[in-house]
């Protein structure tokens, strides 16, 4: 879950119509949205306001992994 948690996020806008991605997603992945028709940029590295993720993986044998949201300072992950 950690690896995924930090992973690029994006957003849509939707007045003006705007794919916006983290620049950590790259320069690249931009071009080539917008080579297929769409309206992309980039935003900071690390948009905080963009909500908070959660992610828990659950293992065969029941064991449940989780991570805390890199980009929200308040954010626990706690073992039980």
Not at 24 to 47: F, P
Request: proline share 9%; charged share 25%; hydrophobic share 40%.
């Amino acid at each position: 879950p950690a690896e995924s948690q930090a992973r690029p996020r994006w957003v849509i806008d939707h007045q003006p119509e705007r794919v916006r991605l983290e620049a950590t997603a790259g320069q690249r992945t931009v071009e080539e949205l917008t080579s297929k028709g769409h309206d992309a940029e980039t935003a900071a590295d690390i948009e905080s306001g963009w909500g908070p993720v959660s992610l828990i993986r659950v293992e065969p044998t029941g064991l449940r992994i989780a991570a805390a949201d890199p980009r929200v300072p308040t954010a626990l992950a706690a073992v039980h």
